[in-house]
């Protein structure tokens, strides 16, 4: 599978948020959504953080958050992204468990999808079926 292209994998059901945005909104979209990141682009669509999970436990337990958190304050700027020609096997920050999730971006940092553990989980459980 380490020969695969990102962009086979990868999800394209993006859920985004403005930089502007508040970590409530944050919070909202990500439950409604049932995900556990969202990513914080401009206006253009250009990455310029993810929110995850762990950002929000590290933000109440610094600061007790009222709803008027900007996601720009507690999102996580230094992103690990990949490209759709990207093959599984030079992602190592996903394989070797740093990151669950890496976005996919153009060249102009343009979010395409998103590559998930969980995707690497479902086509791995698919090959296994299919050589049984």
């Known amino acids: 599978m380490t020969d695969v ?3 086979r994998l990868m999800s394209t059901d993006l859920v985004t948020v403005g930089v502007d945005a508040t970590a409530a909104e ?6 409604e959504t049932g995900v556990n990141s969202v990513l914080v682009v401009d206006e253009a669509g250009r990455l310029e953080g993810v929110l ?6 590290t933000l109440v337990r610094e600061n007790d958050p009222e709803d008027r958190t900007p996601v720009g304050t507690c999102m996580t700027t230094d992103v690990v992204t990949a490209s759709r020609t990207d093959s ?7 394989t070797e ?9 153009d060249d ?3 979010v ?6 969980t995707d ?5 459980a698919g090959e296994r079926q299919r050589k049984r």
């Open 5 to 7: 292209p990102v962009g």
């Open 88 to 94: 599984v096997a030079a992602l190592t920050a996903l």
């Open 26 to 31: 944050a919070a909202t979209r990500m439950l």
């Open 120 to 124: 690497l989980t479902r086509r791995l």
């Open 108 to 110: 102009e940092r343009v």
């Open 97 to 105: 468990g740093q990151y669950t999730h890496v976005p996919v971006t």
């Open 52 to 57: 995850t999970g762990t950002d929000f436990l």
């Open 112 to 117: 395409v999808g998103m590559l998930s553990t």
